[in-house]
């Protein structure tokens, strides 16, 4: 059988839950964990789930589309934040969920503490402009405006998110991600890797942490932009990111750089 066919087969053997349901975990101020494995991996994931999480329900599907374009000075200002790990950082982002297509301009934050903090206004579509306050928000949010910034890299992929029935945490779970660097014309993917970030408020207990225990899938940082930068531009400064596209390619099983 086909891993997506498998995938799929344990997802919907999940019990559903709506996006309604879930506006009380929306953790917009939270701690976020990620981990990096395969599509074999996730079919165990999603088999040792089942009684134990729900998958969010929406326009009659489990997996959702979406599409988000990174937005940076021409200096790279808030990659090279990433790469030289300072803290707080951020980034800008506008992102479209493809099913709906609602789109938001994006302003996320990382403290020094760990936690992350989302600011968003909706916005028409990928093209922002400095209509309707965005440029007003953009200022006021990372000190630039869209005069100071433009697309650097867009993804695209498929996710899946998980609610433990303590509707105290989300999982989303990411693949066949795709990136488009619009300075370089560039494009890359990531092939069978699966992003997994864990998103709670605090360190409130976690059931999947004991099944990614059980699988032998460690914590992993995983950036979009970033991975999506570097796979993209060689011309980047990149090197504290090099040993990760190695190990993220042996767990993928596939060659990332």
């Excluded at 999940?14 to 309604?20: A, C, G």
């Excluded at 988000?68 to 479209?96: C, I, L, S």
């Excluded at 992350?116 to 916005?123: D, Y």
């Amino acid at each position: 059988m086909k891993i997506d066919t498998r995938i799929d087969e344990l997802l919907a053997n999940l019990q559903p839950i709506t996006l309604e349901d879930m506006k009380e975990i929306r953790l917009m101020n939270r701690t976020d964990t990620k981990f990096v494995t395969n599509k074999e991996n996730l079919a165990r994931l999603l088999g040792l789930a089942q009684g134990k999480y729900f998958a969010q329900f929406h326009n009659d599907a489990m997996i959702a589309n979406y599409m988000t374009t990174y937005w940076d000075t021409d200096t790279h200002k808030f990659y090279m934040e990433h790469h030289n790990g300072h803290a707080p950082r951020q980034k800008v982002r506008v992102r479209t969920y493809m099913d709906s297509n609602d789109t938001f301009l994006e302003v996320k934050t990382k403290n020094n503490h760990g936690r992350t903090k989302k600011k968003r206004v909706a916005v028409p579509s990928q093209q922002i402009t400095g209509e309707n306050g965005n440029e007003e928000f953009l200022r006021e949010k990372v000190h630039l405006g869209l005069a100071d910034i433009h697309p650097t890299v867009r993804n695209q992929f498929h996710r899946i998110t998980l609610v433990n029935y303590g509707k105290t945490e989300r999982l989303t779970i990411d693949y066949d991600v795709q990136f488009h660097n619009f300075e370089t014309g560039r494009d890359a993917n990531v092939g069978p890797a699966v992003i997994i970030e864990l998103k709670r408020d605090g360190n409130v207990f976690s059931p999947v942490l004991d099944i990614l225990r059980e699988l032998r899938i460690k914590p992993s940082g995983f950036s979009k932009y970033c991975i999506g930068s570097v796979m993209t531009n060689k011309e980047l400064k990149q090197n504290l990111f090099r040993e990760k596209l190695i190990n993220i390619s042996k767990l993928a099983h596939t060659r990332l750089y």
